[in-house]
């Protein structure tokens, strides 16, 4: 990010943009990751927020960007339950302090999710909505926005766009259960994904001998009684991929590509830039990628958005959803970027993952273990494993990135930091 125009940096992680409110739980578990957007700060920000950040990790995050801590305010907005953040500020008798802080200096809002109730907090407030003009032209994305970060809406754009996808059928929930047996009389397992969900949420992977002698389909509560699911043949995947695209004035263009690391179709990390085992899909990505984005620039979206796909044992990419909204990677790769300008690294390779430590460490305890191994990011070097979302509430599941010069060496780093910080398992 490079914009002059002061940001309400507003991380509302709780939206009904990919996953419905009724999910509070999920949603409040994603917001613990609401201290990342601190590495967007310039001075004059504001950063509202969900949840707290410790003054260490603040610290931290100020003294590798070089911003002043007097020239940015942080909103801590206290928790209301499964409610938008734009509510949440509301109730806490919050708004007044933060069209205050954001004053009469053209400042912009830039959500996490571009969903209803931030275009109507940004309009209640006097903002715009980054990187659009005026609060009516984000309106006029959203109903594209919201379509597309459902899995039913991206297979029928995908469809249109010439896309290969996995067979599979969109069907209300009751329906389900007979769909994956029409399904599995073809394919040896498939995957059965509520409508509106991310990171996993709800999905089911199930083979034929789940549902053999009679046994039922047993679905997550998401999306209700009727709610719409698509079940999708179960593909031998080697690897699960995305791309990172932006809308811009000048059209679709990539910033990064990458590998996610995923268990049971669960988000738990990525590697930037793709392994050399899938690099061969690098152009089909792209080529997919900048079609949903003209699509998207057609319907008046403007920022970024991800395409992930699945790469099989034959080396063969399926597309399988799009997320339109700053993704789990989008604001890491911002980090990334901006803590190596100038620095001896150009072009990185980065990761993001996450660790458990056998016993609870304090933010400072875990800095000092890094830095005492040298293993800590040099701004010289442009190198390093970064504490990129403060303490872990538990103290031991700790998010990091690892910044070097090659794939090889981020994989180096990453196994010293498990031996360092004693990961289990490492």
């Not at 700053?326 to 390779?349: D, I, K, N």
């Not at 980065?350 to 056998?358: D, E, F, L, P």
Request: net charge negative.
């Amino acid at each position: 990010m490079t914009e002059t125009v002061p940001m309400v940096v507003f991380a509302n992680f709780l939206s009904d943009l990919a996953v419905d409110l009724d999910e509070g739980q999920v949603l409040a578990t994603w917001a613990q990751q609401a201290p990342r957007k601190a590495w967007l700060l310039r001075p004059g920000d504001v950063f509202v927020t969900p949840v707290p950040l410790s003054r260490e990790f603040l610290r931290y995050v100020y003294d590798l960007t070089g911003v002043p801590p007097e020239s940015v305010a942080v909103v801590e907005v206290p928790p209301a339950g499964a409610v938008p953040l734009g509510r949440a500020v509301r109730e806490a008798g919050l708004e007044a302090y933060v069209r205050a802080l954001a004053g009469d200096r053209g400042a912009a809002l830039l959500p996490t999710a571009l969903d209803a109730s931030a275009i109507a907090f940004a309009r209640d407030i006097g903002l715009a909505v980054h990187p659009y003009p005026t609060v009516e032209a984000a309106e006029v994305a959203l109903q594209m926005t919201m379509l597309l970060n459902t899995k039913s809406g991206f297979r029928a754009a995908a469809g249109q766009l010439g896309m290969r996808l996995p067979a599979g059928r969109t069907c209300r929930r009751p329906e389900a259960e007979d769909m994956a047996h029409d399904l599995l009389e073809d394919h040896e397992r498939v995957v059965v994904k509520p409508d509106r969900s991310a990171g996993g949420h709800g999905m089911r992977f199930v083979s034929r001998k789940d549902l053999r002698g009679g046994a039922s389909l047993l679905l997550d509560t998401v999306g209700g009684p009727k709610g719409l699911w698509v079940v999708e043949e179960c593909l031998d995947v080697a690897e699960s991929v995305s791309i990172q695209m932006e809308v811009a004035a000048s059209g679709a263009h990539a910033l990064f590509s990458g590998a996610m690391r995923t268990v049971q179709g669960s988000f738990t990390g990525y590697v930037s830039p793709l392994p050399q085992s899938c690099a061969h899909v690098a152009g089909e990505l792209e080529e997919w990628g900048t079609a949903l984005g003209r699509r998207l620039a057609d319907h008046g979206y403007a920022g970024p958005f991800g395409l992930d796909a699945l790469v099989d044992t034959a080396g063969v990419a399926y597309a399988s959803e799009s997320n339109i909204r700053r993704t789990a990677t989008t604001t890491p790769h911002a980090m990334v970027t901006r803590l190596t300008e100038g620095s001896a690294t150009t072009h990185p390779a980065w990761s993001v993952a996450k660790g458990w430590t056998r016993s609870p460490l304090g933010f400072e305890g875990a800095l000092a273990q890094l830095r005492t191994s040298h293993l800590a990011f040099d701004p010289d070097r442009g190198e390093g494993v970064v504490l990129y979302a403060d303490a872990p509430a538990d103290g031991r599941s700790w998010r990091y990135a690892v910044i070097a010069r090659s794939a090889g060496d981020v994989e180096e780093q990453e196994t010293a930091l498990a031996e360092v910080l004693e990961f289990e398992g490492g």
